[in-house]
């Protein structure tokens, strides 16, 4: 059995932390022995027209792709909105016994942000991949019920599988690491990602914690608003996005994890990564943050968007006993533990086998 990748996200040199999950099932893939290829978009410029020719041509060679597959071959599509045009105009032209197609969503892609003409045609895309689907990849229990509730998916045909989780070798806890920052942000620096009441609520914790600090790492439409604000204040780093073994040392240096975001999160690897190294973790009850988010750890939770709650979890975090966070720590990484990358795809592998072989 072969399993050809089609993905438009694929870590590149100039962008190492673009679809990093797809790379660790790919090569989790190759270890447990899989036949395996790979078809993404090209990393080019980001000219518009370039943009577009390259989406032209990633849409061809998956046509083509498709077109030659037959029962032995696996057309394995993460982020079904970008990345499954080429293989719905092969299907007009293949039987599903000679075009098999497994459908792994991550998140926006069957959850537009808005209501405008590239998010229906987004939906669209999805709905049309997700019914040619022989099976569709859940990174979560939470998105699993979408898929079914709003896309009439069945339940038999949906496994839930967390994006590869993450890898025990790689995110550990280290008792040397300084813990140069009280409190980290790493993602996307966008709006619906929480950061301007993340920023603010800081603002205010940091008057009666003045020795406080923040480090945002990423990159985003908002990094330049953000920096404007953040230079009028003090203790706020912000720092550019880098590659996920670079991140190691980032969830390390700081002290607690913040994860504010406003999205349907599909899972939220970065908070899993982040308790894998013993980070405590300050999270909006956001998504699927609740299959993770679990036992003493709720108690640092907020509403999205409530800088008011996220003000008190920010405080609370504060005023922690050494006793407490080493608690904390400890929780964080047993609850890690069933996310380890190793697990999951070796679980996620032998499902596929069992199903296809």
């Known amino acids: 059995m072969k399993i050809k ?15 990093t999950f797809v ?65 719905i105009i092969a299907s007009l032209f293949k039987s599903k016994n000679k075009l098999c197609v497994v459908s792994n969503v991550h998140g926006s892609d069957i959850l537009p942000g808005n209501s405008g003409i590239f998010s229906r045609v987004k939906i669209m ?5 997700l019914d040619e689907s022989v099976l569709v990849i859940s990174p979560s229990g939470y998105f699993k019920r979408i898929l079914s509730e709003r896309y009439a998916i069945p339940e038999e045909k949906i496994i839930v599988s967390p994006s590869g989780g993450v890898d025990a070798s ?3 806890a280290s008792r040397t690491v300084q813990k140069e920052f009280t409190f980290g942000y790493v993602g996307r620096l966008e709006e619906n990602k929480g950061v301007f009441e993340l920023l ?35 203790g706020v780093t912000i720092s550019q996005g880098v590659d996920q073994r670079e991140l190691v040392s980032v969830y390390q240096s700081i002290k607690f994890l913040v994860f504010p975001s406003k999205a349907s999160e599909s899972l939220g690897l970065i908070p899993i990564e982040a308790m894998m190294c013993g980070t405590p973790v300050l999270s909006s009850t956001v998504g699927a943050t609740k299959d993770y988010i679990v036992s003493d ?6 509403e999205p968007g409530n800088i008011n709650e996220l003000k008190v979890s920010l405080s609370v975090a504060t005023q922690m006993s050494d006793i407490d966070y080493c ?30 072989v």
Request: charged share 20%; glycine share 6%; net charge positive.
């Open 23 to 87: 790379r660790n099932v790919f090569e989790g893939f190759k270890l447990q022995g899989g036949d395996v290829s790979l078809l993404t978009l090209r990393d080019g410029s980001d000219n518009k027209l370039s943009k577009l020719i390259d989406y032209i041509l990633f849409t061809w060679r998956a046509f083509v792709s498709g077109l030659k597959s037959n029962e032995n071959d696996i057309h394995y599509i993460h982020y079904t909105s970008h990345s499954s045009l080429g293989l």
């Open 170 to 172: 790689v995110f550990n």
């Open 297 to 302: 750890m709720c108690t640092l939770s907020f």
């Open 327 to 356: 608690r904390f720590s400890k929780l964080a990484i047993e609850t890690a533990n069933s996310y380890s990358s190793n697990k999951v795809i070796e679980d996620l592998y032998r499902v596929l086998m069992s199903r296809f």
């Open 125 to 129: 895309l999805s709905k049309k991949i």
């Open 5 to 19: 990748f089609v993905s438009n996200l694929y870590p590149s040199k100039n962008k190492p932390y673009k679809g």
């Open 200 to 234: 603010e609520a800081f603002r205010v914790i940091q008057k009666s914690n003045p020795n406080s600090t923040l480090l945002f790492v990423g990159s985003g439409s908002c990094e330049a608003q953000l920096k404007e604000i953040a230079s009028s204040m003090s």
